[in-house]
């Protein structure tokens, strides 16, 4: 079955790097694209940016900018993000999803989740 | 970019009971719109694409309508294993955007 296995719960502290993974099957990863999602405690759904499988063309939302980097293993069907230079506020759980055929921007299935603490 | 608003934040219904949630964009983005459901500790999961495409193995109780920027979701029958929080997502155009949520609960 298509399967988003990611990789496990984090602890940073303020200023450091976190590289969450993605470890795609069941499908060819090449030919959807995947997304990276955040929620913030008790918050609602926030959508990071979106990197091509196939060429691994990126867009990251402005917030983000200069400070995620997006990328793909396809020899391992593996996706990552790299979030750099922590906050506090960037303590959420990070989910990666597969997005639909082409242009579909919508999401089936997510991983289940990252936990990334941020704290001193 | 479009911006998702989503009503209400909360409802409380009685199983059996309809309850309908509303998402509108902030501008026409035709029938670009996904409906996700959240349980709690759990990974959203796809509902409704395209406005009202039900997902397979979704139970038919859930449909979604509308076009342009307004959009509802609706579940016909409430039933316990509804109770989560539901989220609207446009997938009209970059940067993408989830509503704000809706949390349902059994009265």
Redesign the interface.
């Known amino acids: 079955q298509v399967q988003l296995v990611q990789s496990g719960a984090e602890v940073k502290k303020p200023g450091a790097s976190v590289k969450v993974s993605c470890k795609a099957s069941g499908y060819t990863f090449t030919s959807y694209g995947i997304s990276w999602v955040r929620q913030a405690p008790g918050q609602g759904l926030e959508w990071m940016g979106w990197i091509s499988t196939y060429n691994g063309d990126t867009y990251y939302v402005q917030k983000f900018q200069g400070r995620v980097t997006m990328t793909t293993d396809t020899s391992t069907s593996t996706a990552y993000m790299e979030l750099r230079s922590l906050g506090s506020d960037d303590t959420a759980v990070y989910y990666c999803a597969k997005a639909g055929y082409g242009k579909l921007y919508w999401f089936d299935p997510w991983g289940q989740g990252t936990l990334v603490t941020v704290s001193s | 970019d479009i911006q998702m608003t989503q009503s209400p934040s909360s409802v409380s219904a009685s199983v059996g009971d309809r309850v309908t949630i509303t998402c509108r964009a902030s501008q026409g983005m035709s029938y670009?719109l996904?409906w996700?459901q959240?349980k709690p500790g759990k990974?959203?999961?796809?509902l409704i694409?395209?406005a009202s495409s039900l997902?397979s193995g979704v139970p038919s109780r859930f449909s979604g309508s509308g076009s342009g920027t307004d959009f509802t979701l609706t579940i016909s029958s409430l039933q316990p294993e509804d109770v989560a929080t539901y989220?609207c997502?446009q997938?009209h155009s970059?940067?993408?955007?989830?509503?704000?949520?809706t949390k349902v609960e059994i009265k």
């Open positions: 670009w996904a996700y959240q990974a959203p999961k796809l694409y395209a997902q989220y997502q997938a970059f940067p993408l955007a989830f509503g704000g949520g």
